[in-house]
């Protein structure tokens, strides 16, 4: 696994997400994840309800189901998903902006529940769910195995879960880890970045079994090209852009460097992108 050299905890990875609210809304919009493209003629709304849509094809999601989204952002995965599947989802985030902006969607939808809580320790019962999702969080976590265990503990006997996550490549040269994998664990507040063998391993310890592992990561890159493109306009025709950036107080503003960074690291197969799925056995508690 690709450790920062700076620790990053919890509270830090709620920090960057409330202090670049309103960059993360600009430059991603409402849904904070990555885009997928199949025939390459998709919008970049388009690409971003595909990605939601590829997930909820490989659980099979039934009407009724309670899903938890791990890591919810702004709610907007966990809308689309009730609306298009009937799903009730309980969602979970660390950061205050992200909370504030999804429990406004609770009034259009009884399905929907947001919870601003550390999903290493939440507080719901054994057995709570139907399905775990977490679309690009479990890097944030700073215990990944903590994080395949309370997946486990908190499905139903048969239960799925779903994990799309950015992955260091298994193997990884010095010269990824120094000038890629490591800066951009940094800079992104990851207190580290796994690889597919260490989720399989994780999950396998937590008790999973699993069903299937994707590399989605020539599907998914064109969103840094996108948001690269949007940054620049940005920085050219708003000054509040480039004030942020000068200002040495904005603690997260780092990020920005991390942006070409990870265009490069999809680009030299440095970095991953996968889809792991995995279900807690029917005949264990």
């Not at 690709?2 to 905890?9: C, D, K, L, T, V």
């Not at 990875?13 to 991603?28: M, Q, S, T």
């Not at 779903?162 to 800079?187: G, K, T």
Request: glycine share 8%; charged share 30%; net charge positive.
């Amino acid at each position: 696994m690709i450790i920062p050299r700076e620790p990053q905890s919890s509270a830090a990875v709620a920090e960057h997400y409330d202090e670049l609210d309103r960059f993360y809304r600009d430059i991603w919009g409402e849904h904070v994840h990555h885009g997928l493209w199949t025939t390459g003629r998709e919008t970049p709304d388009g690409a971003v309800e595909a990605l939601i849509a590829h997930l909820a094809d490989a659980l099979a999601l039934v009407h009724g189901q309670h899903v938890c989204d791990v890591g919810c952002g702004y709610g907007a995965t966990a809308e689309w998903l009730a609306r298009h599947h009937g799903v009730r989802v309980t969602g979970v985030t660390l950061s205050a902006a992200q909370i504030g902006r999804a429990d406004q969607r609770v009034v259009g939808s009884p399905r929907l529940r947001f919870l601003r809580q550390d999903w290493l320790a939440n507080t719901f019962e054994d057995g709570a769910f139907d399905h775990v999702i977490a679309i690009e969080s479990s890097e944030h976590m700073p215990d990944k195995q903590r994080f395949f265990d309370e997946a486990y503990r908190t499905l139903k006997p048969g239960g799925r879960l779903a994990i799309y996550a950015w992955l260091a490549r298994d193997r990884s040269r010095s010269w990824e880890e120094r000038l890629l994998l490591e800066p951009i664990c940094r800079e992104g507040r990851l207190p580290g970045m796994g690889t597919e063998a260490e989720y399989r391993a994780w999950a396998e310890k937590a008790g999973f079994d699993m069903d299937g592992f994707e590399d989605l990561s020539r599907r998914v890159r064109r969103t840094w090209s996108l948001c690269a493109g949007r940054v620049a306009t940005k920085l050219l025709t708003r000054p509040d852009y480039r004030r942020y950036l000068l200002d040495a107080r904005s603690k997260n503003r780092v990020f920005a460097l991390s942006l070409p960074r990870i265009w490069l690291a999809y680009r030299t197969g440095s970095m991953r992108y996968g889809l792991l799925t995995a279900h807690k056995p029917s005949d264990r508690a």
